[in-house]
């Protein structure tokens, strides 16, 4: 069964950067996209950024472009989020997802519906 670990949150004050890790394992498996999403306390899951596995193309939502970087490993199947200038706002459990697949031709990955596999999440939060 695929595994997906996420590590590296934390508390941090406002102003501050946090690294994000996902690691992938377990089973066969294949990765159209990898995403982070965020929960924050009684809001729904939202996106936050994605990476197209084999063309590198990256999504962001909007509050987080210019701040935050995802990327991924050479050879591993690790996806990371470089959170830097983090608002309060940004206080949340993020999640790292797999989407395994795309029946057609550039398909979405900012859509949490579309994701196959979840991390168990990380927390992060930003003091002010």
């Known amino acids: 069964q695929v595994q997906l670990v996420e590590s590296g949150g934390g508390l941090v004050q406002a102003g501050g950067s946090l690294r994000l890790s996902c690691t992938a394992s377990?089973?066969?498996?294949?990765?159209?996209?990898m995403g982070w999403f965020r929960q924050a306390p009684g809001k729904e899951r939202e996106f936050v950024a994605a990476l197209m596995w084999n063309v590198g193309s990256t999504f962001y939502t909007d509050s987080v472009k210019g701040r935050f970087t995802i990327s991924r490993h050479n050879t591993e199947n690790t996806v990371y989020l470089q959170m830097n200038s983090l608002e309060p706002e940004d206080t949340a459990i993020y999640y790292c997802a797999i989407r395994e697949y795309c029946a057609g031709y550039g398909c979405y990955v900012t859509r949490k519906n579309d994701y196959d596999y979840w991390g168990q999440g990380t927390q992060v939060t930003v003091s002010s």
């Open positions: 377990g089973g066969t498996f294949n990765i159209y996209g």
